[in-house]
């Protein structure tokens, strides 16, 4: 077997395990958020009531942060599976995906700190 | 003349490849969706005043639609997604297709929850 | 049961042809393979397909029956008949050498590329390997041994279509009751063989191989083992050298 078909499957090997392992945590995440969401829209949802609920809570900001970082590990893996395979001759798959996860990273981030702090803008 | 068969509808019409397609797709639109919905988080960074400016976008019909849309599709997949980690981690019982009965029924309930609790 | 005679389509050519259809008469218990058999021998000579067994141990004779792989010669009519019409075809994802005779090379080579074979360090002189049959990886290696290579779960699979290199659920069940067998001496380059997009990272769990499988062998299952097999090799190191 030749060192560079070597590499790749340690490669895709590892990619497979990080996704598992973040769909794991997003499992937990996601299911407490779809609860959140279901009490919080309940009479309408305002901006008061959300920084309201978030403001100043650290437990809110962690668990949203440790969200976003399971996100950011697990949603372009998958996006770089998909356009690789549908694409296959093309090569943005791996552009496209570290696009992706740096929103993710970047946008995310400063989500959780705005609702943490209720705006610093 | 034509060129040879291909697989078609009537190969991949059983319940683990419906639910493979459910999740590739619900997986993609989030994907898709996920930047979005964080920029309009981080709009919180302008206060509240701000941020409920940017919450009042939302009020128009299409993005309701949306954010109901969007509901569905993170109860599918995260349903499948289960499904995948039990087939792959756990013990092996079959592809699960009780599993994927109960997910489609999860995001019924959900789509239907979504809509009695918003206003 | 219907006096009305079968309209069979069947596809006539190579990569490139067409459906025919032949008239064929109803008889009760008739297969499909009866079916083939009788527009060969009695309508149309030139008609070229494969089988050997006709009682379903050899897999010989497995072609795509409605859209769906299968082995003739253990597909009642009755069962599957849409009205009074059946379209058989050759196997999906292989080349078709004519008529309903695929070219099943690349089917076997893949068994090869996977290290679907087994080599051991013992010689007739030592005594026999004692392998306790009830153990974990017996158990394991004996779900998926029973494989008699006839293609249906390689013709059946979505991502063999779409990636003509991707090794298949065959190769990689192989693959997976070998690196269960505790004599093998080559599970290394076993596990760099099935690594990454040739190998069972490809696999999507669409289930259409465990679906199709005629003797109910799981290979979405032992896919599932083999990633987290090399998952393991990957990250914590295989216990045979570096990965």
């Known amino acids: 077997m030749s060192k560079e078909m070597c590499f790749e499957g340690v490669l895709q090997a590892k990619l497979w395990y990080a996704q598992r392992i973040s769909a794991m945590i997003l499992g937990i995440c996601v299911s407490i958020h779809l609860a959140i969401i279901f009490y919080a829209i309940r009479g309408g949802l305002t901006a008061q009531e959300i920084l309201g609920r978030t403001q100043g809570n650290l437990l809110f900001a962690l668990f949203y942060e440790i969200f976003v970082l399971a996100c950011f590990v697990h949603a372009p893996i998958g996006m770089a599976n998909i356009l690789q395979e549908t694409f296959p001759k093309l090569s943005f798959a791996k552009p496209i995906s570290w696009v992706l996860a740096l929103l993710i990273l970047l946008l995310g981030s400063s989500a959780v700190i705005g609702i943490y702090s209720g705006g610093i803008l | ?119 | 049961m219907s006096k009305v005679d079968l309209k069979v389509k069947v596809w006539r050519g190579a990569q490139e042809g067409e459906f025919i259809e032949y008239l064929v008469p109803r008889n009760p218990h008739q297969t499909v393979l009866d079916v083939v058999t009788y527009i060969q021998r009695k309508l149309d000579p030139t008609l070229s397909y494969r089988f050997a067994c006709r009682v379903g141990m050899c897999g010989s004779c497995a072609m795509t029956v409605n859209g769906v792989a299968r082995w003739t010669c253990r597909t009642h009519v009755s069962k599957i008949v849409k009205g009074d019409s059946l379209e058989i075809a050759p196997l999906n994802n292989l080349p078709v050498i004519k008529d309903l005779a695929t070219d099943m090379r690349e089917f076997f080579n893949k068994w090869k590329g996977a290290v679907g074979f087994f080599k051991g360090s013992q010689t007739r002189h030592e005594d026999f390997a004692k392998i306790e049959p009830s153990s974990k990886e017996r158990q394991l290696a004996n779900a998926g041994i029973e494989c008699i290579g006839c293609g249906v779960c390689y013709a059946s699979c979505e991502v063999v279509e779409s990636r003509p290199n991707y090794l298949g659920p065959a190769a990689l069940n192989r693959a997976w009751t070998l690196s269960n067998d505790v004599r093998d001496i080559q599970q290394l380059e076993r596990q760099r063989a099935i690594a990454g997009d040739a190998g069972c990272h490809a696999c999507h769990t669409q289930g259409s191989c465990t679906e199709r499988c005629p003797k109910g062998i799981e290979p979405t299952a032992s896919i599932a083992g083999l990633k987290k097999l090399v998952a393991r090799s990957a990250v914590r190191g295989a216990k045979w050298g570096k990965l």
């Open chain 2, 1 to 119: 003349m034509r060129p040879k068969p291909k697989l078609d509808c009537r190969a991949k019409s059983h319940l683990s490849y419906f639910a493979y397609v459910c999740h590739r797709f619900s997986g993609l639109l989030l994907a898709c969706f996920l930047p979005l919905h964080f920029l309009m988080l981080s709009q919180s960074l302008r206060g509240a005043s701000g941020f409920e400016r940017s919450l009042q976008l939302t009020d128009f019909w299409v993005f309701k639609f949306g954010e109901w849309a969007l509901v569905i599709l993170l109860a599918i997949h995260l349903s499948g997604g289960v499904r995948i980690l039990i087939i792959e981690f756990g013990a092996w019982r079959g592809l699960r297709k009780g599993w994927i009965e109960i997910s489609i029924l999860f995001s019924i309930v959900c789509g239907l929850l979504f809509l009695y609790l918003a206003n």
